[in-house]
């Protein structure tokens, strides 16, 4: 058990000694947007919807200024390296217009819950769209590591 937990850590620190700049830092906020996620899960719950608001809007931030990467820096590079093969450029093409699906859904959450008395009156639905988001978002998230990340 221990010599499976010291070689899955090995790996991952020489898999992650490989990866570019850019691509380590879009998987940190990768994991920084999942965790605000929890946080105003767990605040929901406790009914501090104050905080789950303040939550909600960090990790609005932090998604639009993850975007703002990705829209920059990520695809600009990945078109310009593929360039000439048009089935590459077309699945990427594809890909970055999915992620407006995920905008889509974190401009809405931010228009109807715009205030923490509206979470607060509307907290089981709240917390359902906060889920709904979450496990669009951890798809995604998912599938960008694994597997438009290794074309960069």
Same mark, same amino acid.
């Given at each position: 058990?221990?010599?499976?937990?010291?070689?899955?850590?090995?790996?991952?620190?020489?898999?992650?000694?490989?990866? *570019?700049?850019?691509?380590?830092?879009?998987?940190?906020?990768?994991?920084?947007?999942?965790?605000?996620?929890?946080?105003?899960?767990?605040?929901?719950?406790?009914?501090?919807?104050?905080?789950?608001?303040?939550?909600?809007?960090?990790?609005?931030?932090?998604?639009?200024?993850?975007?703002?990467?990705?829209?920059?820096?990520?695809?600009?590079?990945?078109?310009?390296?593929?360039?000439?093969?048009?089935?590459?450029?077309?699945?990427?093409?594809?890909?970055?217009?999915?992620?407006?699906?995920?905008?889509?859904?974190?401009?809405?959450?931010?228009?109807?819950?715009?205030? *923490?008395?509206?979470?607060?009156?509307?907290?089981?639905?709240?917390?359902?769209?906060?889920?709904?988001?979450?496990?669009?978002?951890?798809?995604?998230?998912?599938?960008?590591?694994?597997?438009?990340?290794?074309?960069?």
């Amino acid at each position: 058990m221990f010599v499976k937990s010291v070689s899955e850590k090995f790996n991952k620190i020489v898999k992650n000694i490989n990866k *570019p700049y850019l691509v380590k830092k879009l998987e940190k906020d990768h994991e920084v947007i999942l965790n605000f996620l929890e946080k105003i899960k767990g605040n929901i719950k406790n009914k501090n919807y104050s905080k789950a608001f303040h939550i909600l809007n960090e990790m609005f931030y932090s998604y639009k200024k993850h975007i703002l990467y990705e829209n920059n820096y990520l695809y600009p590079k990945l078109f310009k390296k593929y360039y000439g093969y048009e089935n590459i450029i077309e699945a990427i093409k594809e890909i970055k217009d999915e992620e407006e699906n995920i905008s889509k859904a974190i401009d809405r959450l931010m228009l109807i819950y715009e205030a *923490p008395w509206v979470i607060e009156k509307n907290h089981k639905e709240f917390l359902s769209d906060i889920e709904n988001f979450s496990l669009m978002l951890k798809e995604r998230v998912d599938f960008e590591e694994s597997r438009l990340f290794v074309l960069y």
